[in-house]
């Protein structure tokens, strides 16, 4: 017993000061994970005063019931787990419903200690709560704090350890006649055989006829038939359903508990949080406050970068970080370094041009990322995230997204990883995965060279391909989301309806600058190995291949006369359909050969040639690659003194044109065009990927939400590659039937009524 | 039979009963509506919906369709 490691949850209302609380306590100590198979955050920290003590902090709660997530979570850990104390805080400005979830805390038979969190703002407003009084009728020990300022935190601390060694707690309060004699009923016959002081939570579950109690529990019908006459025979007679009755007399007793207890004089005041609202959430103001609100966001995270006049220091770093630390030290500088100390080319083209470009591609994200993140989390933290959901709310749910779905998505028009990131602020698990699903058909910055280059090359430069690629994005995001909620994956869970509005307050740095950085570091991490991985992937792909028979690095083989014969070129310029001198080292490599057969994916959408099948399949490392890429396959040499390819690959677009039109059979556009629509929806590039694999935390939704996007995708090009011919010409029966049949099903499924869940059935 | 939804911005309102069942119906009530309680309608959204009530001496945003589950007086 004497080692036994000792561990209290800290549980709590969400915007009680909970996570404040929990960073005061355990300092540096921390460790950041997901509670299994769930994307609901958990963490556990040792405790400052205690180091073997863990501090385990649930997820925040109103009540214990089995209706989301969080409570699932939260109840599980508490039932399962059985924690050796539960450090409760309570916002003494929010008595009443704070209290609703501790009489449910005092029932589970664990040691319970409460945190009176923010007494202070009480005193302020001139009312008074007799603490003594409280901690008698709910029979546990109180600590008053301040977790902002870190007052009373110790004791708290040392009072929850006192009761997880020698603690008891019994809950105090009772409910109505009926109620209780129900409940002696059902202890009897059912949880007699548990431990004495858990019967009553078991008791009130089953009254409440909780399904994932009963389930647990594996009563016989018989008794279940039992205790169904008691709890009707309750019901009855106090004329409402069970679960009901047991909220009902919970509020009842806090409220006649509170009346001798809670002493409010300033009332009817408006606090300045209140005069803060009127203006901010107010019916005329609102939507521009919010405009602008949104605009500072991007234009200091993401916009113009404050060297050329912008207000971004994000993009200013990040430039500075792709130019200088990402392009000039990490690539060149390390080429320059490994060609001194005579490696061996092939493995300096790994490094440098593989791990370092690749690694650079990421880092560079970092500093908009890191101001991105700080100001969401200053939203967060200071209550107006609450507020856009409460203004957006209208417009998101019927797509079966979230009020607070809009920032992931204006996020993403800079970058789709942020974007997904962005989504961990929304609560409800099917809205969150709805967002991370739909969230990258947003064309982020990397897709705008793809878009100039369709533009461009096929449309005369045309600003309403651009734009169309914006609306494609949005279409795909309503499309999606409307006929995606309708199907049993996303049916399960209820969707939010009521939400607390917390009061504003100022923000607590410590918390911001936490979260701020869990987030870059979690990025920096995560989407970092992958990429990685993937760079010396695609790398690979790039650089070796087979010539004449002959295995190796291309460049190489080239080089060897004997190998690389004229007869092998003709070969090799039939097989690729180009003329001989334009047979270049890349058209051997494993991903032009690779690239060849799967470009028969692609076919059906007009583009099924090895160049445009290539370039896609490596804007998956990057999407800025599927240009770079048309560069070297179009034969842009910028090694001859010409100047570097420009961004949106202005100097092949003749030949790119013509190559489109040459494919397609004389339907160039429209064969760009589905090119466009497929490079803009298929799956993100692999750093985005990897923020879906984090932010999902199971590898089946991350296998669903890529396939979707390129099922999506695929569908999209097909149906306007395929309906496009019909007026352009050039139709083929089959797949114009087969696009209207894929037409039809999308219409079926946008129209369909549709009902709302209202059940989990998470576990 | 009145229902929160019908109540006016700038009213204050007694809940009477609350309809429907399940997962909404439980939500409702957690977060503090329950029957007897004095409920102030504070504002509403400025695209018509949610609505933002005070209950317990706390903000709560509520949309328009599960408001209708609660009569008030």
């Keep these: 017993m004497e080692n036994k490691q000792l561990r209290i949850a800290l549980a709590g209302n969400p915007n009680s000061g909970k996570t404040t609380l929990f960073n005061k306590l355990t300092g540096s100590n921390q460790f950041v ?61 929010n008595l009443e419903r704070n209290l609703y979830l501790t009489t449910q805390l005092t029932e589970l038979g664990i040691p319970v200690v409460i945190a ?291 920032i992931p998505m204006l996020v993403a028009t800079g970058c789709g990883i942020p974007g997904v990131m962005a989504s961990r602020t929304i609560e409800n698990e099917r809205d969150r995965r709805m967002t991370i699903t739909t969230t990258t058909f947003m064309p982020c910055g990397a897709k705008m060279p793809i878009i100039g280059l369709i533009a461009g090359a096929l449309f005369g430069g045309s600003t309403w391909v651009a734009t169309s690629a914006y609306f494609i994005g949005v279409a795909a995001i309503i499309i999606s989301g409307v006929m995606l909620k309708k199907t049993k994956r996303f049916a399960g ?13 100022l923000p607590a740095w410590g918390n911001v600058l936490r979260g701020t950085w869990e987030r870059g570091w979690s990025f920096i991490k995560r989407a970092g190995t992958v990429i990685v991985i993937s760079s010396i992937v695609i790398w690979f792909l790039t650089s070796f291949g087979s010539v004449n028979g002959k295995f190796g690095m291309v460049d190489d083989l080239y080089e060897d006369e004997t190998v690389v014969t004229d007869e092998y070129v003709a070969v090799v310029a039939d097989r690729m359909g180009v003329p001989e001198d334009e ?58 003194g010409e100047e570097e390819l420009e961004e949106n690959g202005d100097q092949i677009w003749d030949r790119v044109a013509e190559d489109f039109n040459a494919f397609s059979g004389g339907h160039g556009k429209l064969a760009a065009f589905a090119f466009m629509i497929f490079n803009l929806l298929c799956a993100p590039c692999f750093a985005a990927m990897g923020a879906i694999k984090r932010e999902m935390n199971s590898a089946r939704w991350t296998l669903f939400a890529i396939g979707y996007q390129c099922c999506f995708a695929w569908v999209m090009a097909f149906i306007v590659w395929q309906l496009g011919r019909v007026f352009a010409g050039g139709m083929n029966v089959v797949g114009l039937i087969l696009a209207l049949v894929m037409l039809a099903l999308l219409l079926w499924q946008l129209f369909k009524p549709y009902k709302e869940a209202q059940k989990l059935t998470v576990k | 039979m009145k229902t929160l939804r019908e109540a006016k911005v700038g009213e204050t309102v007694k809940v009477v009963k609350l309809h429907g069942e399940g997962a909404v119906k439980r939500r409702i009530m957690d977060m503090g509506i329950t029957k007897g309680v004095e409920v102030f309608v504070r504002k509403l959204a400025p695209l018509g919906d949610p609505i933002e009530v005070n209950v317990r001496n706390y903000e709560l945003s509520i949309r328009k369709a599960d408001a209708e589950m609660i009569e008030v007086e």
């Design chain 1, 116 to 406: 009176l969190n923010m007494m202070d703002l009480v005193k302020k407003a001139g009312d008074n709560i007799n603490v003594k009084e409280l901690s008698r009728q709910l029979g546990c020990p109180i600590v008053e704090i301040s977790a902002l300022k870190g007052d009373g935190v110790k004791e708290a601390a040392l009072a929850a350890i006192e009761a997880a060694k020698n603690g008891k707690t019994i809950p105090q309060h009772s409910f109505s006649g009926p109620v209780e004699h129900a409940l002696a009923h059902i202890e009897e016959v059912t949880v007699h055989n548990l431990p004495e002081e858990r019967q009553r939570w078991y008791a009130i579950k089953l009254f409440e006829r909780d399904e994932k109690v009963v389930e647990s529990l594996a009563l016989s019908d018989e008794i279940k038939a039992h205790i169904e006459k008691d709890i009707r025979a309750a019901e009855k007679e106090l004329d409402d359903d069970a679960e009901s009755i047991i909220t009902n007399e919970r509020y009842i007793y806090i409220g006649q508990m509170l009346k001798g207890i809670y002493k409010k004089k300033g009332k009817g005041q408006l606090s300045a949080s209140d005069k803060i609202d009127r203006i901010v959430t107010n019916r005329i103001l609102a939507l521009p406050i919010f405009v602008v609100v949104m605009f500072l966001v991007y234009a200091l995270s993401m916009g113009t970068s404050i060297a050329d006049g912008g207000v971004s220091i994000g993009t200013f770093l990040t430039d500075w970080t792709n130019d200088v630390l990402g392009g000039a030290w990490l690539t060149d500088g390390s080429r320059a370094i490994l060609e001194g100390w005579n490696v061996a080319p092939w493995l300096v083209g790994l490094i440098s041009d593989g791990i370092f470009a690749g690694v650079g591609a990421v880092l560079g994200f970092v500093p908009q990322m890191l101001v991105l993140f700080l100001m969401l989390c200053l939203l967060e933290d200071c209550g107006y995230m609450a507020r856009i959901a409460f203004i957006m709310d209208r417009i998101f749910r019927r797509f079966g997204l979230s009020g607070k779905s809009f």
């Design chain 1, 493 to 505: 869970d209820p969707a939010p309806f009521v939400m607390e509005l917390p009061a504003y307050h």
């Design chain 1, 33 to 93: 994970g997901n509670w299994p198979g769930v994307t609901v955050e958990k963490k556990e920290g040792k405790l400052i005063v205690d180091k073997e003590v863990v501090l385990t902090d649930l997820p925040g709660i109103y009540s214990l019931s089995p209706y989301t997530l969080e409570e699932v979570v939260a109840r599980n850990y508490l039932i399962e787990e059985k924690p050796d104390a539960i450090l409760n805080i309570v916002d003494a400005t």
């Design chain 1, 583 to 640: 047979v270049e080292p890349m058209d051997d490599s494993i991903l032009a050969r690779v690239a060849q057969p799967v470009s028969v994916v692609f076919k059906p959408l007009g583009f099924g040639d090895w160049k445009p099948t290539a370039a896609t399949v490596t804007g998956l490392v990057a999407k800025e690659e599927v240009v770079a890429n048309f560069g070297i396959m179009y034969a842009y040499d910028d090694n001859d």
